[in-house]
């Protein structure tokens, strides 16, 4: 099985600034197989980017992905306040399509 | 317009049998695979198997395996996910959703709203 480790857990942010969240694979990963997930409370899971850097259909340009091999990384250029939400990377190359635990990203 | 409507909150008790569903509307249920996701209170999301309707080809994490069973039923566009003797720790929001793509490998992009599932005595 594949394990998904993000970090940070939490990040403290200012609305404008730039968010840089982390997800690294516990073996080596086609980025065809790494998305990006964002979960307001109360929400169902969004899907922001797939393939590790194509955006998902009405997906903002502020929100990009890069990456390959075993490290991910989702940025967010400039957070909007819409933006403080938890994210969560998947893969779907390997049964089971494991997830992320997990960032938080908290308005500071 | 792509749809997932699931069923809503059930309250079980230990040893109970449960199934919950999710309706699917406005693309060919038959071509795509559906995942089941788990949410437990206040942590992560863990998937926990998928199904493709066309064939009912089913696959499980082994986390799941052999404790809830998928199926569905494309007369009714309806995906499922069952429990024959439900654990308090099973309780959770259980989301559904829908690959992206016709392929088994690509990421999700339609969700379901989420079934509440509380096991309690």
């Known amino acids: 099985e594949i394990v998904l480790t993000q970090s940070p857990g939490t990040l403290s942010l200012s609305p404008g600034e730039r968010a840089t969240l982390s997800c690294r694979a516990s073996?080596?990963?086609?980025?065809?197989?790494l998305a990006w997930y964002q979960q307001v409370p109360g929400q169902a899971p969004r899907l922001l980017i797939y393939?590790?850097?194509s955006r998902a259909t009405g997906i903002p340009d502020r929100f990009g992905g890069s990456g390959s091999g075993t490290d991910f990384t989702l940025t967010i250029s400039r957070l909007e306040p819409e933006d403080f939400a938890v994210y969560y990377c998947q893969q779907s190359g390997y049964s089971p399509h494991t997830f992320g635990g997990g960032t938080k990203v908290e308005i500071k | 317009e792509v749809q997932l409507v699931q069923s809503g909150a059930e309250v079980r008790k230990p040893g109970e049998s449960l199934k919950i569903s999710c309706q699917v509307s406005g693309y060919n249920f038959a071509g795509y695979w559906i995942a089941w996701v788990r949410q437990m209170p206040g942590k992560g999301l863990e998937w926990m198997g998928i199904i493709y309707p066309g064939d009912s080809d089913t696959r499980y994490s082994p986390s799941f395996q052999g404790q809830v069973s998928i199926s569905a039923d494309k007369s009714v566009s309806t995906a499922y996910l069952q429990w024959s003797s439900l654990k308090a720790s099973d309780s959770g929001i259980y989301y559904c959703a829908r690959h992206r793509t016709s392929s088994a490998y690509v990421p999700l992009d339609y969700w379901g709203q989420g079934s509440p599932v509380t096991v309690s005595s």
């Open positions: 393939g590790a850097s």
């Open positions: 073996q080596t990963l086609s980025s065809t197989y």
